[in-house]
């Protein structure tokens, strides 16, 4: 059975002290989770010892990272490896969310290599895609999205690809408020699941967690998560807030 998972981006906000509260907080209201029911929380890389250490004592909540440098070790001022990133026990490697495509130009070559040096640190990828709104206006949102996907990820092995979560989020949903219908997000993330059966067969498809992203809170999360291909979120702003964000993950266990 495939895993349905709700992942907080934290992006960039929270101080070491606002983020240990806000864990504290989840800690105290979380529902109970299981092998087929997870929480990743991703923030900012100075958090990251702080929140696994957290993370330890709280059943299937695992540690995720929202980035990673695209080449092993080197003379790369201000990055973060791949394997620092294992080693400081994250699980999860938020790979090609739209602000890192848009504001530091990661093209499809280099999210490539970042998803290699992901897998091949033992750790899971969360792969998003997506499409910008003059893209949907003209109705190319599928063949955009498919783009995305071969160029970013169909180079890998079948072992490898069950290793990654797609979160599929709209730009124009992102931080504005604006949700995709669930039908929407029903139809394109039955999109996704079809192009990667194309690829690498029916099995593999049905066991991939596919993720929808963009303005998901409490308001509209059951209704997203109720469609057949939507296994759950992948959550910024509504992250942020402890009550919020338990109440989106109530809303996947009982989708
Ligand atoms: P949002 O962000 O929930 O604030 O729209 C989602 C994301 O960018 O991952």
Known sequence: MRKKIVAANWKMNLNLIE???????????????NESNEVVIA???????????????????????????????GAYTGEVSASMLNNAEVKYVIIGHSERRQYFGEDDAMLAKKTNQVLANNMQVIFCCGEPLEVREQG??????EAQLKAGLFHLSEAHIKNVVIAYEPIWAIGTGL????????TMHQHIRAVV????????AAEITILYGGSCKPGNAAE??????????????????ADDFLAIVSAMINS
């Open 43 to 73: 923030p900012p890389f100075l958090h990251i010892p702080q929140t696994v250490t957290q993370l330890a004592n709280m059943e299937y909540v695992f540690p995720g990272a929202q980035n990673c440098h695209h080449e092993a070790a």
């Open 179 to 186: 949700t995709a219908s669930s039908a929407q997000a029903q």
């Open 197 to 204: 059966a194309e690829q690498y067969g029916a099995a593999v």
């Open 19 to 33: 983020g240990a509260d806000l864990i504290n907080e989840i800690y105290k209201g979380l529902p109970e989770l």
């Open 140 to 145: 190319g949102q599928n063949d955009y999205v």
């Open 224 to 241: 997203l998560f109720s469609c057949e291909d939507v296994d759950g979120g992948l959550i910024g702003g509504a992250a942020l807030n």
